[in-house]
């Protein structure tokens, strides 16, 4: 068999109702030199009965559920793929995404692509759930390096660190040692992060080719909890150390300053040790991104 335009990689976890529907729009795709890689996250549900159902169209990888870090990361290490596509098991990309991506990819020279997306689903409100608007108001037709327009998107508050967004280059994944954090929530923040830094040519296609599944019971739409902060805290951790030089530590400052911004907003509800926590957090390890009004706020549990 030749070697694969892309693996698609998609870890699942108890989508059954959906499942097969992403599947499909991945086999559907004008570009067909693919391989999918579907890793069964430990399922309890009728999700490995789905896959199964789709023969030797997919592989097949069973593991413990051991979350979507660890997942992507396992079948990343099997891809043979000259690029990389990271699909989440419940929702759909438009038939010309992949091989539209490849196309630019392959004619600029890419490290890496990126798209917009538009979401779709049960009670959605983009009035009142901001982070579900997967739309740029800017283009970024143009290549750069990855810093510059990492440090514009957060300017202009239009940063989205989804990798649902993106189709990577494999070998400049590996080269840099890309991987996803594993055992936390929020895993795309850091490899997205990294992503963007250390890409020297990428630029964006502004179009919606990717549709995000909004459902109650999923991953983005569970209460804030304190899983949620440790993902965020090690977020931070792991990300701070990426800014070698002015240009990378300029949008490293600014993500940082997002995330504290974000980590405060959704922890109001949460006990006061943990607020208290994640101030002290803030204070002592990235001082630059403390706002006393934020923080006073968070710890009195009030609005913004």
């Known amino acids: 068999m030749s070697t694969p335009t892309v693996s698609v990689i998609i870890p699942v976890f108890n989508t059954a109702d959906y499942l097969a529907q992403a599947i499909e729009s991945v086999l ?6 693919l391989e999918i890689i579907a890793v069964d996250d430990g399922s309890t549900d009728g999700s490995p009965e789905v896959l199964k159902s789709f023969g030797d169209k997919i592989r097949i990888i069973t593991q413990p559920n051991s979350g979507q870090g660890a997942a992507r990361n396992r079948a990343f290490a099997q891809a043979k793929g ?20 490849v196309e630019i990819c392959r004619k600029d020279n890419l490290d890496f692509v990126f798209f917009d ?62 991987r996803f954090p594993e055992g936390i929530l929020h895993e795309d923040e850091a490899f997205a ?14 179009e919606e080719f990717f549709l995000r599944r909004i459902r109650k019971k999923s991953v983005m739409t569970t209460n804030f909890s304190e899983s949620n902060v440790k993902g ?30 974000s980590l405060c907003y959704n922890s ?3 006990p006061l040790r943990i607020r208290l926590h994640i101030a002290r957090e803030i204070y002592t390890k990235y001082p630059y991104a403390f706002n006393w009004g934020q923080v006073a706020k968070l710890i009195l549990g009030k609005p913004f």
């Open 28 to 33: 559907n795709q004008t570009l067909q030199n």
């Open 82 to 101: 000259e690029f990389v596509y990271f699909m989440d098991s419940d929702d759909i990309i438009l038939p010309q995404t992949l091989e539209t991506c």
């Open 117 to 178: 997306g538009a979401s779709f689903g049960e009670d959605l409100d983009l009035n009142a759930n901001p982070w579900f608007d997967y739309h740029r108001s800017a283009a970024y037709t143009q290549v750069q390096h990855g810093n510059g327009i990492m440090a514009d998107m957060l300017e202009r508050g239009i940063y989205r660190c989804s990798v649902c967004l993106c189709l990577f280059r494999s070998d400049f994944l590996r080269t840099h040692d890309i």
């Open 193 to 206: 992060a990294k992503a963007f830094i250390r890409a020297s040519r990428t630029r964006g296609i502004p």
């Open 232 to 261: 965020y805290l090690e977020t931070l951790r792991l990300v701070t150390p990426l800014g070698r030089d002015m240009c990378e530590r300029i949008a490293i400052d600014a993500l940082t300053r997002t995330i504290t911004t």
């Open 268 to 270: 109001r509800k949460l």
